[in-house]
């Protein structure tokens, strides 16, 4: 209750009173003119002592020394003391009242009245304690130096340094001080003011060459808000020092660099005038190249020019030993003076071949013989083979009887012995050899010898005499046909149906196999019946003088003792096979396509 | 049958003696097992040195508590009330010197007790600042958290003064902070932004300023006199 009392005549009396006594600086020491009598402040410096100044303000009947009067109080928690007055009144100076170290107590509230003696009336009250009131002296001893220079000397950086006020007993740790510089341009009204700092030393940044700066220092105790005056300023200046060397780098620096330009700019010059400098620096790139042929005459030479020179490269030709053999064929038909004599059609039949087989070779010097489906200029055109095949007609451009092996095609064409005859039909059994041929030629005749003798187109009556030693013979072969396959059955149909007869419109004849086991092959079966046709010719049969256009297949008709076909279209068909109706056809083996082996031939000769 | 009372009273006694010795007990150290194991030690200066630290920024922190709790609560007119330095402290059971010259007349061992009747007599007023300011509405944060710090401080503080002095005066402590009596008003109820519980806790913070500083010249003083006696006397 009564604290709660006594804190509110407090409050009461600082609202009413008028000794609302602010520590705010140098506001303190300004008396108020239109007040009356009061205390324009008090203060310590060091913590230790303290002063009070008043002023009469507008009474001046008051302003004599005495008039007025300062009493004081202390108070703390235990006990309050009886008013006491000033202990000194400072002679020297006006209206100050001086508490030393004897009358001044820290931790102590203390209240002082500005009294009126005679009237009684206290004009003024002022109540602090004693470090709540503390405003230190002003740092001592400041100075500067330089801590370092920019490198273009505009700016430069100091270190200030002070000491701590004398009076203040900062050694045994009485007073804590904390620091505060401040700074401006020489003649500027704008200060810089810097955080307190602890310590005695403060650095500042960033000054600017060739202006003078003011530098000063204030301090204040630790934790509290009252700082003391502002010491005296010292000027800083430093001169900008005109380094002569900073300049001296940047021009060599442009020197060498107009200098490295122009190099620079001469060896590109000589470089694209001189081409060897130019591939020194920027080799070519090496472009594709076949060896022995010029790109550029790939890209616009003509083509037989291209041949030539494709055909003279290495990869493109053939091997040497079907050339050679083809060669040997042909040397030994020529040098054979007994097929000359006998065989009327053999010059033909050579010349054919040879031109035949010229030209193959000519194309074997190309490719390989699938060129036929490949090299279109290059096949002869279908109307030049079929000039060369008597009464040739209705080719297709390609045949697929064509080979892809040229070592066949010799095989087809002149044969002196049965056994050469053979060698084909054993050597290629998925392909007839006869079949690499680019072109047919009708067998017109055999020779003594055992030769073919290839007709173009027109048959003589000359096989004639060879029928008659083999009308008991009956022969199954094989034709490969020409792409439209037809089965067992079928041929047989076909043969029962179409009377055998080389029929131009048929490119082939069909007969029916008979017995042939099992033998799915897609082939034409020329085969002279068991029961009914015989194809082959009668003896008295008139010969045929206008010989039917020549078919796309010769048909073997027999096979004599000599084991040489005999080709023949046989003119009357009908009647051809029926000589032999008791003969059965043995059972033909299953047999690769379109071959006839020798032991195959042995079953069929009697 | 008496002997057992007899028995049982002294027995009673030792131990509460023996509370006591261990409520005022210096500080055990752990290691990181937890077991209690011998303390390393520290040199008298360096431990001087940390409690004047702790010291200086307790005062510190006071002040800054001061302030903070001033702009909030307290009207402007009485800004003044810090310049009186809040005479309505609670008293101290002995007369704390309060010149420089009463102060470097007194000994090392009055000095050293006399911070740590300091110490020990604002654990309670602390502990009670921190539940009445927490009733304030709009209390900054601040100035709980500053509150709550300087209370974990002044704890570690006492405990090395413990230290000190046991060290510099050889003898041991059986005071307790129960001896001091506090004046202070307990809590009626009141609403805190009532006036009269402003000035209150205005006050207790002026006060607490106050004592802090006190502490601080203490323990400069004393630190003074182990470095060079007759320069800090003859100021």
Known sequence: MAYSLSLSLLYLGFLCGNGLVSARGSELFVPDPNRGPHFTGCRSREQETFRCWWSAGTFQNLTEPGALRVFYQTKNALSTSEWQECPDYTRTVENECYFNKTFTHIWISYCVHLRSVPQNITYDENCFTVENIVHPDPPIGLNWTLLNASRSGLHFDILVRWAPPPSADVQMGWMKLMYQVQYRVRNTSQWEMLDLVSGTEQSIYGLLSDKEYEVCVRCTMSAFKNFGEFSDSIIVHVAQIPSKESTFPMTLVLIFGVIGVMILLVLLIFSQQQSRLMVIFLPPIPAPKIKGIDPELLKNGKLDQLNSLLSSQDIFKPDFNHEDLWVEFIQLDIDDPAEKIDGSDTQHLLGLSRSGSSRVLNFKSDDDSGRASCYDPEIPDPEDMASLLPGHSGWGEQHPLVSRSSSSIPDLGVQQTSEVVETPVQTQPAVPSWVNMDFYAQVSDFTPAGGVVLSPGQLNGSPEKKKEEENEKKIQFQLLSDGAYTSENTARQLSADVPPSPGPEQGYQSFPSVAVEGNLWNGEYLVCASDSQTPYLLPEAPPVPILPPVSDYTVVQEVDAQHSFLLNPPSSQPTVCSHSPNKHLPAMPTMPMGYLTPDLLGNLTP | ?235
């Open chain 2, 1 to 235: 049958m008496n002997r057992v009372k007899v028995l049982q009273v002294w027995l009673c006694f030792v131990s509460l003696w023996l509370s006591r010795v261990s409520h005022a007990a210096p500080l055990d150290c752990k290691d990181e097992t937890g077991s209690l194991t011998h303390c390393t030690s520290i040199s008298q200066e360096k431990l001087l040195d940390r409690v004047i630290q702790h010291a200086e920024l307790i005062y510190r922190v006071s002040e800054e508590s001061c302030t903070l709790f001033e702009e909030m609560f307290v009207p402007y007119p009485l800004y003044t009330l810090r310049n009186q330095g809040g005479n309505m402290c609670h008293s101290k059971p002995f007369p704390i010197p309060s010149s420089k010259s009463e102060i470097q007349q007194i000994s090392d061992k009055w000095l050293l007790h006399s911070v740590l009747i300091l110490v020990q007599s604002w654990m309670e007023p602390l502990s009670y600042l921190q539940t009445t300011l927490d009733r304030y509405d709009d209390a900054p944060d601040a100035l709980l958290n500053k509150t709550k710090w300087v209370y974990e401080k002044l704890l570690s503080l006492e405990q090395g003064v413990v230290v000190l002095i046991r060290k510099m005066l050889d003898e041991g402590m059986l005071s307790s902070s129960s001896v001091i009596e506090h004046t202070l008003a307990p809590y009626d109820g009141q609403s805190p932004e009532v006036l009269e519980s402003v000035l209150r806790d205005y006050n207790l913070l002026t006060c607490f300023k106050k004592d802090a500083h006190k502490m601080e010249t203490f323990l400069k003083l004393l630190k003074c006199r182990q470095s060079s006696k007759l320069r800090c006397l003859s100021h």
